[in-house]
């Protein structure tokens, strides 16, 4: 008898006549050595919906058995160039958002390497800090445009 929970011993046959034996789930390994003595069929099959995932429909729990059982890496999702470019641009440009990059930093209490990759477009996303940034610079979180139609 396997430990393992993806499987299920069966000992019997499936087929319906009067005289087989009945197919029964082996409960403990006394039943299976004497199925196994006797001469009775026993079969082992792998289980194809257990009890806690029969009614569930979780698409994260999906996702991630794909990329478990895919062999490639999946690349980590980076800011982007763009929303960089923005950040730089509204920095940069005189007027009341004008400041350093250790500036930017301090005000919203991150690494100025933070800054300096967030604006190359090579940060590993992080939305907390893309929310904070955006608030000082007032621009969107999402584009990195400027909420008050200054370009």
């Not at 082996?26 to 196994?36: E, M, P, T």
Request: proline share 3%.
């Amino acid at each position: 008898m396997s430990d393992d929970w993806d499987t299920v011993t069966k000992i019997g046959s499936k087929t319906g006549g009067g005289s087989s034996q009945r197919e029964t789930v082996v409960r403990g390994k006394g039943a299976l050595n004497q199925a196994q003595r006797s001469g009775t069929i026993v079969a082992t099959e792998k289980k194809y919906a257990t009890g806690n995932t029969v009614n569930k429909a979780g698409s994260q729990g999906q996702r991630l058995t794909k990329v478990d059982r895919s062999d490639d890496i999946v690349p980590v999702q980076k800011t982007g160039a763009e929303i960089g470019a923005n950040i730089r641009n509204r920095r940069s440009k005189e007027g009341p958002y004008k400041m350093t990059q250790a500036e930017l930093a301090k005000k919203v209490n991150a690494p100025a390497n933070d800054i300096k990759l967030l604006e190359s477009g090579e940060a590993i996303k992080n939305q907390g800090l893309l929310n904070r940034v955006a608030r000082v610079l007032k621009i969107s979180p999402k584009t990195g445009k400027p909420l008050d139609g200054e370009e």
